[in-house]
């Protein structure tokens, strides 16, 4: 007995909202979407650190230091993630060195968030009117007094809205650690993908990048509308 032939509507439904492939597959992408999870936080939180200590470190004006931490941010910013992360996956092994694709995608992207979070930070410390400098050593604060209490406060409220733009942009580059077999969303739709010969694990994905990115992007959003109202 013959089938009638499938609409246009009905083979959209069938390739990208398939429910038999969607139910199979469905946890699979939850596992992805924890893995993707962890990553973004330990990215975030290690790279801001990394990025105000390295900013704070660059106020002291020690040269040699300065040079380096210069010679960092310079690196970081410029070399694509992409290359940074098939480099440490494969090249380091060669020197005895052998880390999980997890390890690999923290590491380097919490390094290039570091690199543009200190540059974020410098800018910022160094937009502090000098008379906040001046004032602040007027009373007996010493110099680190005067950049912990004073100074950097005020930096980091103004840096606060292009520090959560570039920490979204790079916390989706997760994404990258498909090409060195994480598992984390797109890895697993990709492979599901592979095995179902169907589309439905590639919509699951981004709609789960949709959930986990979207209230940090809408929160940006509110920091910037907030920061312009306060300096109107």
């Not at 597959?25 to 975030?44: F, N, Q, S």
């Not at 606060?160 to 650690?177: D, E, F, Q, W, Y």
């Not at 699951?204 to 940006?220: D, H, K, R, T």
């Amino acid at each position: 007995m013959e089938t009638a032939p499938m609409s246009g509507y009905e083979r959209f439904v069938d390739t990208f909202f398939n429910p038999v492939v969607t139910e199979r597959y469905l946890p699979k992408i939850l596992e992805g979407m924890v893995v993707t999870l962890e990553l973004a936080v330990l990215v975030v939180v290690t790279g801001i650190v990394l990025g105000l200590a390295l900013a704070c470190l660059r106020a002291y004006k020690i040269r040699a230091v300065n040079a380096l931490i210069i010679l960092f941010a310079d690196m970081f910013r410029s070399l694509p993630p992409l290359v940074l992360i098939l480099l440490f996956y494969f090249g380091l092994p060669n020197v005895g060195i052998s880390l999980s694709a997890f390890l690999v995608i923290w590491i380097v992207l919490a390094l290039t968030l570091g690199a543009f979070a200190e540059e974020i930070f410098w800018a910022g410390l160094t937009s502090v009117d000098r008379g906040q400098w001046q004032a602040a050593r007027s009373t007996g604060l010493n110099f680190t007094q005067t950049l912990f209490s004073v100074i950097m406060p005020q930096a980091v409220r103004m840096t606060v809205p292009p520090l959560t733009n570039r920490a979204i942009a790079i916390t989706k580059s997760t994404a990258l650690g498909m090409v060195i077999g994480l598992a984390d969303i797109l890895g697993e739709a990709t492979t599901a993908q592979s095995f179902s010969g169907n589309a439905s694990p590639l919509m699951m994905a981004a709609i789960a990048y949709v959930i986990l990115f979207l209230p940090l992007v809408i929160f940006s959003r509110w920091l910037e509308t907030r920061f312009r109202w306060k300096r109107a």
